[in-house]
T-cell receptor, first 113, second 115 residues
Framework: DQQVKQNSPSLSVQEGRISILNCDYT??????FLWYKKYPAEGPTFLIS?????DKNEDGRFTVFLNKSAKHLSLHIVPSQPGDSAVYFC????????????FGTGTQLKVEL | EPEVTQTPSHQVTQMGQEVILRCVPI?????FYWYRQILGQKVEFLVS????????KSEIFDDQFSVERPDGSNFTLKIRSTKLEDSAMYFC?????????????FGDGTRLSIL
């Protein structure tokens, strides 16, 4: 099941710079997209989401962009902080049917001092 | 901030034994979910539950699996006869309602180890 893909397994960024995490999807029925952050030994923590009727959603240092024609979304973190170091998962769902989430494989972000 | 709590954090069980994983969803949430993550693999959907019945289940969720909301607060996942391949992190999640773009909130998981 490769409906949601995160092609970069890892990303290293300097503190204060922008982190850009990417996600691609293949199922055109997806209409709600989410980003989760996960620390070791913890569950995924919800960060930010976007509906398919929008192309941008912003919350503090986090912005998610959605390009429906390219079936691509990205998460921008600016400025990046050392506490942002974690695995970031992209997830998607469709309306109805219990709204199950389909996850990507995750990108390990390391923010260096 | 309200959170989803899961117990135990780690469960070790002999193959063929029954195991029950427990979850307390966020109190005003109505939709409940179980996911699992086998080491090195994606987080995978198992089942969703609303109004005391299963809304959707994946191919993984076969007859060996069952879910129950035995009271107003707990949500459990039972595996009747565990197999080695059931070893994984199991995450419970809940959301306020379906649709209207409600995010699911996850617990910290139960690590299930089958020997």
């Amino acid at each position: 099941d490769q409906q949601v893909k995160q092609n970069s397994p890892s990303l290293s960024v300097q503190e204060g710079r922008i982190s850009i995490l990417n996600c691609d999807y293949t199922n055109s029925m997806f209409d709600y997209f989410l980003w989760y952050k996960k620390y070791p030994a913890e569950g995924p923590t919800f960060l930010i989401s976007i509906s398919s009727i929008k192309d941008k959603n912003e919350d503090g240092r986090f912005t998610v962009f959605l390009n429906k024609s390219a079936k691509h979304l990205s998460l921008h973190i600016v400025p990046s902080q050392p506490g942002d170091s974690a695995v970031y998962f992209c997830a998607a769902s469709t309306k109805g049917g219990g709204n199950k989430l389909t996850f990507g494989t995750g990108t390990q972000l390391k923010v260096e001092l | 901030e309200p959170e989803v709590t899961q117990t135990p954090s780690h469960q070790v069980t002999q193959m063929g034994q029954e195991v029950i994983l427990r979850c307390v969803p966020i109190s005003n949430h109505l939709y409940f979910y179980w996911y699992r993550q086998i080491l090195g693999q994606k987080v995978e959907f198992l089942v969703s539950f609303y109004n005391n019945e299963i809304s959707e289940k994946s191919e993984i969720f076969d007859d060996q699996f069952s879910v129950e909301r035995p009271d107003g607060s707990n949500f459990t996942l039972k595996i009747r006869s565990t197999k080695l391949e059931d070893s994984a992190m199991y995450f419970c999640a809940s959301s306020f309602r379906e649709g209207d773009n409600q995010p699911q909130h996850f617990g910290d998981g139960t690590r299930l180890s089958i020997l």
